[in-house]
Every structure is written in structure tokens, then in C-alpha cells.
């Protein structure tokens, strides 16, 4: 499985961005893809997941009601549309990939820097 993840920047505090992150190497049909982030000396954290397969989807509640996670499944990719941009949204973000009957994420792509100015 290989994840490439783009579409980071520098915006302002209250802009909007869209990351993606193309998939391939395999049928997703059986994997949860999420997104995570990592800021500056703090561990990485669970942002937002979707199933492949019916698209169900899960959020950190740091980010409910501001990003919303999608799949294209023409195009192997999902997204992370990003609204309402804070600074403390400022981190590293990588998309992964796991199995949806596994616990761990197994697969994961290399990152992309969202930078948030107030």
C-alpha cells in the first residue's frame, strides 16, 4: 500500500484548505483510511477516519463541525476538507490506512505541513 499526501500550506486563522492523499497498491474495499496530525512536541493525534467501503466516518472532537473526510473511489483518494482554521490546527498531517478489522494502522504516508498564522 502506498499513501501520498499533499495539498499543505500556509494559511490564515478562519481560511480553508484541502488536503488529499492518493492510495494505491491494492482494493481498499476492507480498509479504514484516517487522516492524523502532529504538532511541535506533541504526540500525533487521531484526526478523522472513513470507511472505504459505505463511507462511515469519525472525527476527533477538536475538529467536529470544522473537517469533513471524504473518499473517491474512481480516483483512490480521500480528502480532508479543512474550514475555520485555527492555529493550534497547525501540525504535520499523514494519512494511513488499516484494515478495518484491525486495531492498528499499518500503513502510512509521508506527511504534509499545515501551517495556521493568527
Known amino acids: 500500500v502506498q499513501l501520498q499526501a499533499s495539498g499543505g500550506g500556509t494559511v490564515q486563522t478562519g481560511d480553508t484548505l484541502r ?6 497498491g491494492r482494493t481498499f474495499n476492507y480498509y479504514i483510511m484516517g487522516w492524523f496530525r502532529q504538532a511541535p512536541g506533541k504526540e500525533r493525534e487521531f484526526v478523522a477516519s472513513i470507511r472505504w467501503s459505505g463511507g ?4 476527533a472532537d477538536s475538529v467536529k463541525g470544522r473537517f469533513t473526510i471524504s473518499r473517491d473511489k474512481f480516483k483512490n483518494t480521500i480528502y480532508l476538507q479543512m474550514n475555520s ?7 504535520i498531517y499523514y494519512c494511513a490506512a488499516r484494515v478495518f478489522t ?3 494502522y499499518s500503513y502510512w504516508g509521508q506527511g504534509t505541513q499545515v501551517t495556521v498564522s493568527s
Open 85 to 91: 482554521l485555527k492555529p493550534e490546527d497547525t501540525a
Open 19 to 24: 488536503l488529499s492523499c492518493a492510495a494505491s
Open 102 to 104: 484491525t486495531g492498528n
Open 56 to 59: 462511515r466516518t469519525d472525527y
